[in-house]
């Protein structure tokens, strides 16, 4: 069975940080691109970062040098590390893997597996 489990949120004054941790197992995710998007009250699931399984990494606009995405060698951990956070970074993030393809996917439904989603809320 597979399954995508997020860590690491939490509540951080604005100006702080985090770093969350998907750990996934139920198969190897080394031909998987792994994602992280987020949803805040009220809005859609958002794209933040993507991380190819080729190793090519892709963010939103709005967390391009604040946010980094990455996975320990075994490939069975993908990390979100947020610095300077902002309010309007409050949301449940969630992990989502799918299965490389031509291009990168922005969509939270197009991938295979998703996490049930961790709180990061952020006071100003």
């Known amino acids: 069975q597979v399954q995508l489990v997020e860590s690491g949120g939490g509540l951080v004054q604005a100006g702080g940080s985090l770093r969350l941790s998907c750990a996934a197992s139920?198969?190897?995710?080394?031909?998987?691109?792994m994602g992280w998007f987020r949803q805040a009250p009220g809005k859609e699931h958002e794209f933040v970062a993507a991380l190819r399984s080729g190793g090519s990494t892709y963010y939103a606009d709005s967390v391009k040098g604040r946010f980094t995405i990455s996975r320990d060698n075994a490939k069975i951990t993908v990390y979100l590390q947020m610095n300077s956070l902002k309010p309007e970074d409050t949301a449940v993030y969630y992990c989502a893997a799918r299965r490389s393809g031509l291009r990168l996917r922005l969509k939270l439904d197009e991938y295979d597996y998703w996490g049930q989603g961790t709180q990061v809320t952020v006071s100003s």
């Open positions: 139920g198969r190897t995710f080394n031909s998987y691109d």
